[in-house]
Each structure stands twice: as C-alpha cells, then as structure tokens.
C-alpha cells in the first residue's frame, strides 16, 4: 500500500495544487489498492476506525475537499496509526504550507491544496514511528 501512496502521491500533489482538486481516478486506483490489502491484511482495530470515521465526518463538517476526505479515509483504514497522531501531522504541515505561501505571496491564502501537507505528513509519520 505504501508504494502505490508513494506511486501516485506526486500526480495527485501536481493535480491537487494546479486545480485544488484530487481526480477521482486516483482515488479509486487507490481504493482498489486499499481493497487488495485490507483482502490480505485485514481490517485494524474497529476502535481506531471509527475514531477516523469521526475524524472523517468532523472534516467534512469544516468544508474540508471531498477528494482529500477520502484520500485521507483510505490511508487511516490501511494503515494501522493512531488517527489524531497522523492527522495532527497532517495539520502542522498543513501550516508549515501557509507559512511558506504567506512568505512567498507577502498574504494569507484563502485555500491551499491539502494533497502534498497529507503525503509529507504521512512520510514524517511513518519515518518516525
């Protein structure tokens, strides 16, 4: 699973930041690879699942992109993390991504493409833990 992410993070990230929109192709290529992997490795603790289901409706609520709800929603069903953890990484990224813009721009963004805080956030994640 880590290499398809890792396959397909850098055209999501280019689609993501051209059009601030995940291409739903991308999204069911990955979905097909989440399927494939959860056949062989099973499903994680339901505990965990649904604290991301949570985290999940909670983002939806904040008009967070639909296209990062479910890249976001696959890596938390394939990967066993803790959720907050992983989504408190994505979120400083996240930042450190205005803070970078605003300096660039000389303003605050109104939006930002989330793809590129999401794979940064799980390659720092997984590489420290």
């Given at each position: ?71 976001l929603g696959l890596i938390l069903i ?32 109104s939006k930002i493409p989330l793809a ?14």
């Amino acid at each position: 699973m880590d290499f398809a992410l890792l396959l397909l993070g850098l055209p999501i990230c280019v689609a993501d930041c051209s059009s601030f929109v995940i291409p739903n192709i991308y999204n069911k290529i990955l979905f097909g690879v989440a399927l494939v992997h959860l056949l062989i490795f099973g499903i994680s603790d339901l505990r965990q699942v649904a604290i991301s289901a949570l985290l999940l409706i909670a983002l939806l609520t904040f008009k967070f992109g639909m296209g990062d709800i479910k890249l976001l929603g696959l890596i938390l069903i394939t990967h066993r993390l803790n959720p907050l953890d992983f989504l408190g990484v994505v979120f400083l990224m996240a930042m450190v991504h205005i803070v970078v813009l605003a300096g660039i721009y000389r303003g605050i963004p109104s939006k930002i493409p989330l793809a590129p805080s999401i794979f940064i956030g799980l390659s720092t994640y997984l590489a420290t833990r």
